[in-house]
């Protein structure tokens, strides 16, 4: 069993900064299997969606509309991520979980961080 808990969300103007923050935690086994790992956001009466991804080879993927923006990390030996997110406009308002993928198959998320970027 793998916890995320995720940090860092709050209220910013538009063109402002946030760092989220993703924290695991569970046995080193079921850490030590987690593969990729990944921020989706969702707002209000939307679809969850991908917003960045970074595998457990340090692949990197990000949605066509955070490009530029938005930068995600991760710290291998603690299975931890983060997101770097810059230039921040209304429309990235949202409930932005973390996720990850154990080598088993199973997917773990996170509680969500609320993110609102005022006009």
């Known amino acids: 069993q793998v916890q995320l808990v995720e940090s860092g969300g709050g209220l910013v103007q538009a063109g402002g900064s946030l760092k989220l923050s993703c924290v695991s935690a569970?046995?080193?086994?079921?850490?030590?299997?987690?593969?990729?790992m990944a921020w989706y956001r969702q707002s209000p009466g939307m679809e969850r969606e991908l917003v960045a991804r970074?595998?457990?080879?340090?692949?990197?993927t990000y949605a066509d509309s955070v490009k530029g923006r938005f930068a995600i990390s991760r710290d291998f030996q603690r299975s931890d991520i983060y997101l770097e997110m810059n230039a921040l406009e209304p429309k990235d308002t949202a409930i932005y979980y973390c996720?990850?993928?154990?080598?088993?198959?199973?997917?773990?998320w996170g509680q969500g961080t609320q993110v609102t970027v005022s006009s």
């Open positions: 970074v595998t457990r080879y340090g692949t990197i």
């Open positions: 996720n990850a993928v154990h080598y088993t198959g199973n997917s773990y």
């Open positions: 569970g046995s080193s086994s079921d850490t030590n299997g987690i593969g990729a």
